[in-house]
């Protein structure tokens, strides 16, 4: 009897801190809405004169669940609502209100795991083609503002901050992705987030991010980025999940981005010096039934 009650005893440790495993839940047939809200401050400085520039974007997705696979589950995003503000000047190539109304109605697939991870994102050609109208040359300014790559971290960012397996308190682990910069170019990144316990009743995992500069791939002859040298700066974040729903409630990430680049236009070279300032929220919302 006392060499049962030991080992009872014994065993009591390990299962008082056998760690949270934070997952999604993904009914099928359910739907929720994802909004994110990106706002940039940049300044720019151009042979000694400084223009500035802010712009906020609002995306609000909406999430239906269509399909459970082997591992995985399928969903459908469809843009329900895009707006778009800025004050300042304008780049040559960039987001504007007219491009943010015809992103309305569009979808893709992401198929994900409870993780968060995307597995594969269907309908890039399809959605860069009904954005672009059929005409050739915007399509290869859209291609190069939303890279299909850029377009799947906007998504994964936000559903692949879960750890893969149970975590205690101070719990760490790491991802890596592409964080596009457009018209610029991107900053391959890693992110390394912590298990930072309980906040308001919710699951905290925050994160650093250490980055790396690349110039844009295909760019439209219009534009040009010829070499550049940027840095992200105190790239940090927070999520806060909800294990009882399989939900994420809200984030945010803010970086600064600095450094200098090189654009051609029309044939003609200009050395932009470059300070971005970047906020990142974002937030689950139900569907009502």
């Known amino acids: 009897m006392r060499l049962f009650s030991f080992l009872v005893l014994a065993s009591l440790p390990s299962a008082l801190h056998a760690g949270r495993t934070l997952q999604w839940h993904f009914p099928v047939g359910e ?15 151009v042979k000694g004169r400084a223009y500035k520039q802010e712009t906020t974007s609002t995306w609000l997705t909406r999430v239906d669940i269509k399909e459970k696979r082997l591992g995985a589950y399928v969903l459908q995003l469809t843009l329900e609502d895009v707006s778009y503000t800025s004050k300042g000047v304008s780049h040559p190539v960039g987001f504007d209100n007219k491009l943010a109304a015809k992103m309305k109605g569009l979808s893709l697939t992401l198929t994900v795991t409870t993780h968060g991870e995307i597995k594969k994102l269907q ?20 291609r ?26 101070g719990a760490r682990w790491k991802r890596s ?20 316990g309980i906040e308001d009743g919710l699951h905290a995992i925050k994160y650093t991010i250490v980055t790396t500069y690349q110039k844009p791939g295909d760019q439209p002859d219009l534009f ?18 909800d294990a009882n729903t399989g939900r994420l409630v809200r984030g945010e990430k803010t970086m600064v981005v600095r450094g200098q680049v090189t654009v051609e236009t029309g044939g003609v070279q200009t050395v932009l010096q470059f300070v971005s300032n970047n906020r990142l929220k974002v937030r689950v919302v139900p569907v009502a039934k």
Do not use: W
């Not at 991107?186 to 987030?193: M, T």
């Open 31 to 45: 739907s929720f809405r994802i909004e994110r809200v990106y706002h940039q401050s940049q300044e720019i400085e």
């Open 123 to 142: 309908g890039y050609g399809e959605f860069v083609k009904r954005l672009s109208e059929g005409n050739v040359d915007t399509e290869k300014v859209l």
């Open 144 to 169: 190069a503002l939303f890279t299909e790559e850029g377009m799947q971290e906007t998504y994964e960012e936000i559903f692949a901050c879960l750890p893969t397996k149970s975590v205690d308190k």
């Open 177 to 196: 992705a592409v964080d596009p910069v457009p018209p610029f170019g991107s900053f391959k990144s890693r992110f390394d987030y912590v298990y930072d």
């Open 224 to 241: 040009r980025v010829v070499k550049g040298s940027l840095t992200g700066d105190e790239g940090k974040g927070k999520f806060l999940f």
